[in-house]
């Protein structure tokens, strides 16, 4: 890691979509019609992300499923689980031409038999794309991962000193395979990361808009990377 960002674009964006049933309802609608459109934004993001500066974007990651929306109704969780499924499964080839490899952070074990046969599919199909990393936070929270880690470690039977930064980077999720996210993005308007990337986000960049996450578009992308660019990162020192 360099002492000063020199980079006008983000290797590695994080995404926080925030808003979609309060775009619902402000068209009086039922909430699962903004979590559809919210998808339409997903499918977007690989072409955008690929014009990045010329070169694209690496890796990207999106809050998808947190580990506290189990707690909406039941309803819409059985509706949200459909979706998920659904956008998988006919977006992978739109994916796949673009050349994204599909990857997921989470407790996947904690998903139904097809859910998780979906997911892991996608995952296996993608696994020689090159192009770009799609980070998938499924059942993810931030804490939870941390815990995961601990007892990982545990489990492994790792002595006290041996325990660093990079042991315990080593046991998150997809230890190794992610750089820490340059920029996180939320949009809704909130201004939290409501227990998105703990660990990795400790030099990240934040970028909050009031825009609604099936309103965003290429333009607001790329005004949060102007304002990216703007920033001088000096990772503490």
Known sequence: MS???TTLYPKHIAFIMDGNRRWAKKRGLEPWKGHE???????????????????????YTLYTFSS??????ASEVKYLMKLLV?????????????????????????FSVEVQKVIKKAVILTKNNTKAVLNLALNYGGRSELVDAVKQIIADNIPADKIDEE??????YNGGQLPDPDLIIRT??????SNFLTWQSVYSELYFTETLWPDFSKKDLDAALRDFARRKRNFGH
Do not use: C
């Open 3 to 5: 002492d000063t960002n």
């Open 37 to 59: 459109q919210g998808v339409e934004t997903v499918r977007a993001l690989p072409k955008w992300l690929s014009k990045v500066g010329g070169k694209g974007v690496t890796y």
């Open 68 to 73: 506290e929306n189990w707690h909406r109704s």
């Open 86 to 110: 659904k956008a998988v499964a006919q977006h992978l080839k739109e994916f796949n031409e673009e050349g994204v490899k599909l990857i997921v952070s989470g407790r996947i074990d904690e």
């Open 167 to 172: 042991m315990i980077e080593k046991h998150l």
């Open 188 to 193: 809704g308007g909130a201004k939290r990361t």
